[in-house]
């Protein structure tokens, strides 16, 4: 166990279900009081919230109605906590605006600097091509990874593209997935099978999800014995494009938009799916996909996030390339044709889960992240 009870560590992102009084995210980040002394969280939102504390965990709302007033706010804040609390070591969610104000921190203030990189956005042009600001934010992380005294990421993919793409030490990258809580599904599902093929994805309706690509490669399927439907559990800015594609593809009366599910009924979701997809860009990590795992089935994924190193491909998951919208669609109907190769994928992802961390080993994980400076 790490020796780190006299530590203090400020948090800094923009997470805004942490600021949501008892709320899952809260609670997750209550529990790494238990990581030191004291754990300072700052969250940047337009909201003006009092300060919440919950036994040694302090959380702050930085407020402003505009990019730029957050910035600026959030960088006074934070400089106030850091004198009145002595704090050793500042932690930014993203290597983006928040890592920023963390390396003006440690040069002004002399505190210790981690970042955490939760996404993949690095391995390939993807997410750097999709707006332009994507771009000004990749020359921030070249700048502000470098100057970090420590790197937290979530999979050996990302470790890989930041060796590769910024030349960060190896030494100084410490890989942590996040924990993988499968508690809230412990009860039995409702199966919901019918003479219906059910495809099923749960994910933000964001362009780097990719959901265009399952909504074509479902529309591309070979007619068969099974009437086969896809089902999108999720919400996001790209919904209304995503049903316009929908009808435009006339697979609309096949195609159910379900909106963002709690636990329970996400569960009977999963129970009652034949197939699994991720069609995604990119992925940090991909917990819809250990989810759906969880549940034994069978997945087709690009290979992305957990692919590879969670998940075998071939074996545990059918695997192509970002963006192969042919061979995705060739995968999809491999599982719709073969109910041997369902239950294997299925069975496999199944035992595949027994790799994943636990919570202790996790949190040890976080520790070394944070502490290793």
């Given at each position: ?6 530590m203090?560590i ?8 942490v600021?949501e009084?008892g709320?899952?995210s ?8 238990s ?10 939102s ?12 302090f ?5 402003g109605?505009w ?5 600026f ?15 050793d070591?500042?932690?930014?969610q ?5 890592a920023l ?5 440690k040069?002004?203030?002399?505190v210790?600097l ?10 390939e042009?993807?997410?750097?091509k ?11 992380a070249?700048?502000?990874l ?6 937290r990421?979530?999979?050996e ?8 793409k910024?030349?960060?030490p190896?030494?100084k990258i ?7 809580d499968?508690?809230?599904f ?7 099978k ?12 964001t362009?780097?999800?990719n959901?265009?690509?399952a909504?074509?490669?479902f ?7 099974k ?17 316009n594609?929908?009808?435009?593809l006339r ?9 963002w ?5 996400l569960?009977?979701q ?8 991720l069609?995604?860009?990119?992925e940090g ?6 989810e759906?795992?969880?549940?034994g ?8 996030g957990i692919?590879?190193e969670?998940l075998r491909p071939?074996?545990?998951v059918?695997s192509?390339?970002?963006r ?6 060739a995968a999809?109907?491999?599982v719709l ?7 294997n994928?299925?069975r496999n992802?199944k035992?595949?889960l ?10 040890e994980l976080?520790?070394k ?5």
């Amino acid at each position: 166990m790490l020796k780190c009870n006299n530590m203090k560590i400020l948090l800094l992102g923009g997470d805004e279900k942490v600021l949501e009084s008892g709320g899952a995210s809260q609670q997750r980040m209550a529990s790494y009081g238990s990581l030191a002394e004291q754990i300072h969280i700052l969250i940047f939102s337009g909201k003006q919230l009092p300060l919440q504390q919950i036994g040694n965990v302090f959380i702050y709302s930085s407020t402003g109605n505009w990019r730029l007033a957050h910035f600026f706010k959030a960088c006074f804040l934070a400089k106030k906590i850091i004198i009145r609390n002595h704090i050793d070591v500042i932690s930014t969610q993203d290597p983006f605006e928040s890592a920023l104000i963390g390396w003006w921190q440690k040069k002004t203030r002399r505190v210790k600097l981690n970042v955490q990189v939760h996404g993949d956005f690095f391995s390939e042009d993807y997410w750097k091509k999709q707006r332009w600001f994507n771009f000004v934010r990749y020359h921030e992380a070249a700048f502000v990874l470098k100057k970090a005294d420590s790197v937290r990421v979530v999979s050996e993919r990302i470790k890989k593209s930041l060796v590769n793409k910024f030349k960060v030490p190896a030494k100084k990258i410490i890989v942590a997935p996040i924990y993988s809580d499968f508690s809230g599904f412990n009860k039995e599902p409702p199966q919901q099978k019918s003479g219906q093929f059910v495809f099923l994805t749960v994910s933000r309706f964001t362009k780097e999800k990719n959901l265009p690509m399952a909504l074509r490669a479902f529309a591309r399927l070979r007619k068969n014995d099974k009437e086969a439907v896809l089902r999108i559990a999720g919400e996001g800015p790209e919904r209304k494009n995503l049903e316009n594609l929908a009808k435009k593809l006339r697979v609309q009366e096949r195609v159910q938009f379900l909106g963002w599910l709690d636990k329970e009924k996400l569960a009977a979701q999963y129970g009652g799916a034949d197939c699994f997809l991720l069609p995604s860009d990119f992925e940090g990590w991909g917990l819809a996909a250990l989810e759906a795992a969880f549940f034994g089935l069978a997945i087709v994924m690009t290979n992305v996030g957990i692919c590879g190193e969670i998940l075998r491909p071939g074996s545990d998951v059918l695997s192509v390339a970002p963006r192969d919208e042919g061979g995705f669609t060739a995968a999809m109907q491999r599982v719709l044709d073969d109910e041997a190769l369902r239950a294997n994928l299925g069975r496999n992802a199944k035992l595949a889960l027994s790799g994943l961390p636990t919570r202790g080993q996790t949190m040890e994980l976080y520790k070394k992240a944070w502490f290793i400076v």
